[in-house]
């Protein structure tokens, strides 16, 4: 076999989706779920889970060249954005500071997690395999959802505390009146919101009626998960998950029955944006009166009664500098400590962001005292050192780990050379989405296809829920149905050249 044909080979019955071995695909696609399933494993497993898999993380890497391989990546221009980003982040430690380079390992590893497993995963399957990987990995996720739900249920329910095999526990601080689901309280509400956008995409996909509507209470629990969570970045994205899908329904609906023309469509989009805020608000609403009426019937319950009496019959030796104001006991607080937060609070220094604008004006003061940081970045490893040294009061915490927005955090750490990498890949993204979105030809379910990402990216604008150094599950949602997206946007203008 001469190069030329071993070339045409290679790209026609291994990297090419619809000539390929059936086998390869299926290799492919059920040792990518379970990679992408690798957060359910951490959470089970690990103590501080935002560390990500360490078990797993080697295969990453031989896996990562896999995809690459088998998706062309280097014909994705996508994967030179990322790719250039990444190095940027290695470069920036091994130059100044190459004994750090092991020390930062972990964060490089996420980043080819992200940026080659699941975004490449839908650029590897084509046609109905890309649907039954889609359709596979929503239910397995949303299962996985539903059980890690029905656990922080059962905290917020009983106060009791259930530990992962790590001792990271569901827990109701008593300083806190919400609940922590192993992960942070902002974390845990934003993954489960985007995760209520992803059982819907399974929702819409699935064709057999019995296993479709059992998605419904599937997206109950983890709503009521999300509300217990009492995040107000959660709450909002929750309640568009959830609205977005009827507005999305009437429009198609009224598109059909209404003559076409501009002013129809402008009705058409009026009439849907208003569904879409109304239901948005109503739901922020339900979410926000949630804890104090669940607080009201539960002081009533039986379960109440039955914790009281447990406590009656084992008294606690209790430290006194624990011990609570008899005032406080006194007040209306349920037994199990869950309370609830106002939309709005005092928190921090600018209520509603709870100090993330004075910690992004800071960004800008540390880039001022350190110029050459515009260029470079400062660097991945403790990249919050130099601004905890200006900021001495006025937050909510007396020290911060990171920007509280992803965009900043990037500009920090890699410079302008990196934000415009990173913001052009959301452009990208966004443009894409757009593609299908207005497509009426394409099936309900591939059109929301990029609302998980899209909810993501909206987290991201004041916390960093999806972001490679951490780790955290958003992380996962975020870059696959990015690839997902850009992957059906890309078919679709590529046929309608072709027809």
């Known amino acids: 076999m001469n190069k030329e044909s071993f070339r045409k080979t290679a790209n026609t019955r291994i990297m090419g989706p619809v000539a390929r071995p059936r086998w390869i695909t299926w290799i492919y696609t ?195 998960l999300n509300v217990f969570c009492a995040s107000r970045t959660s709450y909002i994205l929750s309640a568009m998950a959830v609205a977005i899908v009827p507005a999305m329904l009437l429009y198609e609906t009224l598109q059909k029955r209404k003559k076409q023309g501009k002013r129809s469509a402008f009705l058409r989009l009026g009439a849907s944006f208003t569904v879409f805020a109304a239901l948005t608000f109503l739901l922020l609403f339900v979410q926000m009166q949630a804890i104090p009426v669940f607080n009201s019937l539960k002081s009533q319950s039986l379960i109440s009664t039955a914790a009281a009496e447990e406590k009656a019959e084992k008294p606690a030796e209790t430290d006194p500098s624990e011990m609570r104001d008899p005032a406080e006991e006194s007040g209306e607080a349920d037994d199990n400590r869950l309370g609830t937060r106002s939309f709005v609070s005092d928190e921090g220094i600018d209520g509603f962001l709870t100090g993330r604008w004075q910690i992004w004006i800071h960004c800008c003061s540390g880039i001022s005292h350190y110029p050459i940081y515009a260029l470079i970045g400062a660097g991945v490893h403790d990249p919050m050192h130099h601004i905890n040294y200006y900021i001495r009061y006025g937050l909510a915490l007396p020290y911060i780990y990171h920007f509280h927005s992803t965009f900043i955090q990037t500009l920090w750490e890699s410079g302008i050379p990196g934000f415009l990498l990173f913001t052009a890949f959301f452009g990208i993204f966004l443009w894409n989405a757009f593609l299908l979105f207005r497509n009426r030809k394409l099936p309900f379910w591939q059109r929301l296809i990029p609302l998980p990402a899209f909810l993501c990216w909206l987290a991201d604008m004041v916390d960093v829920a999806g972001y490679c150094n951490f780790g955290k599950p958003p992380m996962t949602l975020l870059y696959l149905f990015a690839g997902l997206t850009i992957a059906f946007a890309r078919e679709m203008q590529k046929g309608e050249k072709q027809s």
């Open 30 to 224: 059920a040792f990518t779920l379970v990679m992408l399933l690798h957060h359910v494993y951490v959470t089970v497993f690990f103590p501080f889970p935002e560390n990500g898999a360490i078990p797993l993380r080697f295969v990453w890497v031989l896996w990562a060249g896999v995809t690459i391989i088998l998706g062309r990546m280097w014909e994705d221009k996508c994967f030179w954005i990322l790719t250039v980003l990444l190095l940027i982040k290695i470069l920036r430690i091994a130059i100044p500071t190459p004994e750090l380079l092991s020390e930062t390992q972990t964060v490089y590893e996420l980043c080819i997690y992200a940026f080659y497993i699941c975004y490449g995963a839908g650029r590897v399957l084509g046609g109905k395999d890309r649907e039954r990987f889609i359709s596979l990995f929503c239910a397995l996720w949303t299962l996985a959802m539903v059980v890690y739900s029905c656990i922080g249920l059962y905290t917020a329910f009983t106060g009791v505390e259930v530990p992962n095999f790590g001792n990271r526990p569901f827990t109701l601080p008593a300083n806190e009146k919400r609940l922590w689901p192993v992960y942070h309280p902002v974390e845990a509400g934003t993954l489960a919101a985007l995760s209520i956008a992803v059982a819907f995409v399974g929702f819409f996909m699935t064709k057999r009626k019995l296993l479709r509507w059992l998605y419904i209470p599937a997206i109950l629990a983890i709503f009521l």
